[in-house]
């Protein structure tokens, strides 16, 4: 039972809640008002609808119907004017393609965004009228055919994001007209054709994503006129030529791929520019240059981006000595910022600098496959305790780690020390108990396996040990049923 002092106050409500409502004070549930005009809720469903063969049809839109559209679900009007400005259908399993009608009869939509869907077809060519628009995301669909011309009419557009979706073609020369751009990801299409010297003019521009595509040509020269770039991934095309000069004025830069390109010639030296420590300017923490054909030196200058924490330059034709870069590094005042280092595949030469040591963020390590010679003794190692994964495998290296050595890190991952001279079994592996990954082919190891790896093997998660040119059939024998034990071990837990 309600008592009657409740049900007075439950009137009193309701009553005051009604009066607000004819008040106008927008949005209320009363449905005393409808603010969408109505041209604007007919092309609505002209877009989605299930009953017209071109258009798009979804899930979750049960909420689309009644005069007031401003209230259906995925739209937002304007207070003012009650015209829609948003629209933001993702995750609506929207399927069939963007009609025409689009850009004809939504003059006042600010932000579009249908990601995530399986939508279809093209880009209508009349979203180019649309010239309110300041952000569009259409990424993750199936759209297919080019990127159309009048793309460039959008003045306002701040954000484009058309990634993930079979695009091809080449990027129209009138995105460089889309003067207020601040992010532009066209990343995973089949895009070809080259970079439109135009992007230069894109001076508000702060992330560029152009991964994988089919972009072939150079980098043009006007890359350099981007200010407040701040983020460049070109990863993964069939880019050639040398990274142009200019790429030292991107002086916001901080992060910079180039990987998996065409790309040859030398590291320019202007790229000092992007790591000297500028008052109020971030510096470039992230460069990767792998699988080009870059060739030369390593620029000494290199050795000056004290904020630089991952550097990729494997699979490449470089050649000279780590030396300048290592030792540049390790003074940085504040120490350096380097975490990984990757360098495997090119054809450096000389001693590995001890300098190293000092590099204590290091976690990934990679040096194999270069030219190195001489020893690493424990003094390359000595404040490394971050370290993860650890490759020196390949080179013309002596590993001097005398069998009592206390590594200063005990926490690392993996470890290939293959084609490296090892005198004898490396037993500071033993404290290592995260250790899951161990490679030593081609050492020539005297002495037995110790009894001691039996037990490890068997008590840690090792997952690989490639022994494939041990000498002594006996320790490979051992080996063998180590990892057998092991797997029968790892079976019994899991039932
Ligand atoms: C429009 O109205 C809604 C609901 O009353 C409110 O949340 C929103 O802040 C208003 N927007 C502007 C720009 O006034
Ligand atoms: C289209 O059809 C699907 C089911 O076939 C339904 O879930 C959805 O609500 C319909 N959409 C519209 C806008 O009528
Ligand atoms: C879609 O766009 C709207 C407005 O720009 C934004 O708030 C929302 O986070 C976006 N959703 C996705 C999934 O990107
Ligand atoms: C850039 O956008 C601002 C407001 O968003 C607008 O006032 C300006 O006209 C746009 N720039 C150009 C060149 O259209
Ligand atoms: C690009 O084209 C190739 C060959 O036509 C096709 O196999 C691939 O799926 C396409 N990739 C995308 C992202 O559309
Ligand atoms: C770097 O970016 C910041 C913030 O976007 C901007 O204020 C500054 O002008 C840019 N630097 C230069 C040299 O343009
Ligand atoms: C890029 O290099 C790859 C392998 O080195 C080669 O197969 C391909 O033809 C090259 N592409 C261009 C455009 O030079
Ligand atoms: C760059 O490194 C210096 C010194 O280590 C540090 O003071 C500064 O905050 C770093 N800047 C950025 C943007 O990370
Ligand atoms: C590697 O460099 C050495 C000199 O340091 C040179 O003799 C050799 O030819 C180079 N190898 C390749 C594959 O470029
Ligand atoms: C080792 O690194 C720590 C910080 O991680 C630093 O305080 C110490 O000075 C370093 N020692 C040497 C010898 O570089
Ligand atoms: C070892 O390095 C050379 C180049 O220095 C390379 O040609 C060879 O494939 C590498 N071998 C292995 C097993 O990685
Ligand atoms: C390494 O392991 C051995 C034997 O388990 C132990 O005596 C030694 O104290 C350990 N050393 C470190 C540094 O943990």
């Known amino acids: 039972m309600v008592s009657p002092s409740f049900s007075k106050l439950f009137i009193f409500l309701l009553i005051t809640r009604a009066i607000c409502c004819c008040l106008g004070q927008g949005g209320g549930d009363g449905g005393a008002t409808v603010r969408c005009i109505q041209s604007e809720r007919r092309a609505l469903l002209a877009i989605i609808s299930n009953t017209s ?151 508000k ?60 010639g030398r590291i320019p030296e202007s790229l000092w520019k992007l790591g000297k420590l500028q008052e109020n300017l971030p510096n470039l923490r992230v460069l990767h240059l792998e699988g080009n054909s870059i060739t030369g030196q390593i620029p000494r200058t290199m050795g000056d981006m004290c904020n630089l924490t991952e550097l990729d330059l494997s699979h490449n034709k470089i050649y000279g000595e780590l030396t300048d870069l290592l030792d540049g590094l390790s003074s940085c005042a504040q120490g350096a910022s380097l975490s990984s280092l990757n360098v495997e595949g090119n054809n450096l030469s000389g001693r590995i600098p001890t300098s190293l040591s000092k590099l204590s963020q290091i976690q990934n390590l990679y040096l194999s496959s270069n030219s190195f010679r001489g020893d690493v003794t424990g003094a390359h190692f000595s404040n490394l305790t971050n370290l993860y994964h650890l490759d020196i495998s390949n080179n013309s290296l002596n590993v001097m780690l005398p069998t009592d050595w206390i590594p200063p890190f005990n926490n690392v991952l993996y470890i290939s020390m293959s084609y490296c001279r090892l005198p004898a079994f490396p037993n500071w592996i033993r404290n290592q108990t995260s250790l899951q990954f161990l490679y030593l082919s081609s050492v020539g190891m005297s002495g037995n396996l110790p009894v001691w790896f039996g037990t490890i093997f068997m008590k840690q998660n090792l997952r690989v040990a490639l022994f494939r040119s041990i000498d002594r059939s006996s320790d490979w024998i051992y080996v063998q049923l180590a990892l057998k034990y092991g797997r029968l071990k790892s079976k019994w837990q899991r039932t």
């Open 53 to 203: 063969s071109n258009g798009l049809s979804g899930e979750g839109f049960s909420s689309w119907t009644g005069d007031d559209c401003c209230r259906w679900k995925g739209v937002t009007c304007d207070n003012a004017t009650d015209r829609i400005t948003e629209l933001d259908l993702s995750f609506s399993h929207l399927v069939g393609q963007i009609p025409e009608s689009l850009g004809n009869d939504l003059a006042h939509l600010v932000s579009l965004n249908l990601s995530y869907n399986d939508i279809s077809g093209r880009i209508p060519e009349s979203l180019g009228k649309l010239v309110r628009l300041q952000e569009v995301r259409l990424y993750d669909n199936h759209i297919s055919g080019q990127i159309p011309e009048a793309i460039g009419n959008l003045q306002n557009l701040r954000v484009l994001h058309l990634e993930l979706n079979s695009i091809t073609g080449q990027i129209p020369r009138t995105m460089g007209d889309l003067c207020n751009l601040t992010e532009l990801d066209l990343s995973s299409n089949n895009i070809t054709g080259r970079i439109p010297e135009s992007l230069g003019k894109l001076v």
């Open 205 to 264: 521009l702060q992330e560029v994503r152009l991964f994988d595509n089919l972009i072939s040509g150079q980098i043009p020269e006007t890359i350099g006129n981007l200010p407040n770039l701040r983020v460049m991934h070109l990863e993964g095309n069939s880019i050639t030529g040398q990274i142009p000069r200019t790429m030292g004025d991107l002086c916001n830069l901080t992060e910079l791929d180039l990987s998996s390109n065409n790309i040859t």
